[in-house]
């Protein structure tokens, strides 16, 4: 029986690395998520929503430093408030007339939601320590949202994706 639980494990883990996963650090967190998939989905539909955004001189995720010099001890934290933020305040209010630009959309949210729930089970074991820094770092990404309209932040904000994903990798 304990030699099954080894090899169940075994091909779970080839499983996962096959599909294209990677398995990132965030402080004590270690989430495992396909970066490769959000990207092309992404990359399929940036320039649509990038060409819907009429604000060029501001942006959501890009504010001198929002996400550059966290702590390593606080990344789980602003990780976590990050994907509450593109569940909850983004992909909801990101539909355009096009069904494909909404599949991918849908597709890039379903990603977020099964990696939002790993984050909350870790934050949940109290494994994320949510210091000043993150804190006033998320707080300036939620006064750049709102300085905007609800539509136009939700597609700003899904334009930025790729400075969060290039984040999340630099910082794993």
Same mark, same amino acid.
């Given at each position: 029986?304990?030699?099954?639980h080894i090899?169940?494990?075994?091909?779970t883990?080839? /499983?996962? /690395?096959?599909?294209?996963?990677?398995?990132f *650090?965030?402080? #004590?967190?270690?989430?495992?998520?396909s970066?490769?998939?959000?990207? =092309?989905? @992404?990359?399929?539909?940036? =320039?649509?929503?990038?060409?819907? +955004? #009429?604000?060029?001189?501001?942006?959501?995720?890009?504010? #001198? *430093?929002?996400l550059?010099?966290?702590k390593?001890?606080?990344?789980?934290?602003?990780? *976590? *408030? /990050?994907?509450? @933020?593109?569940?909850?305040?983004?992909?909801?209010?990101? %539909?355009?007339? +096009?069904?494909? &630009?909404?599949r991918? &959309?849908?597709? &890039?949210? !379903?990603?977020f939601?099964?990696i939002?729930? !790993?984050?909350v089970?870790?934050?949940?074991q109290?494994?994320?320590?949510?210091?000043?820094?993150s804190?006033?770092? @998320?707080?300036? &990404?939620? %006064?750049?949202?709102?300085?905007?309209?609800? %539509?136009? =932040? =939700?597609?700003?904000?899904?334009?930025?994706?790729?400075?969060?994903?290039?984040?999340?990798?630099k910082?794993h």
């Open positions: 029986m304990k030699g099954s090899f169940l494990f075994s091909a883990c080839c /499983l996962m /690395l096959a599909n294209g996963s990677k398995i *650090h965030f402080g #004590p967190c270690r989430i495992s998520m970066m490769n998939e959000i990207r =092309a989905g @992404f990359a399929a539909i940036k =320039a649509n929503i990038q060409g819907r +955004d #009429p604000i060029r001189t501001v942006s959501i995720l890009s504010h #001198p *430093h929002s550059h010099r966290i390593s001890s606080e990344k789980c934290c602003i990780i *976590h *408030h /990050l994907f509450n @933020f593109y569940v909850d305040k983004v992909f909801k209010y990101c %539909t355009t007339e +096009d069904s494909y &630009i909404n991918k &959309i849908s597709s &890039i949210a !379903n990603s939601l099964s939002k729930r !790993n984050l089970q870790c934050h949940n109290n494994m994320c320590k949510c210091g000043q820094e804190t006033e770092k @998320f707080k300036q &990404i939620l %006064t750049n949202y709102k300085g905007l309209n609800v %539509t136009s =932040a =939700a597609m700003k904000s899904l334009g930025e994706l790729d400075i969060l994903l290039d984040w999340m990798e910082s």
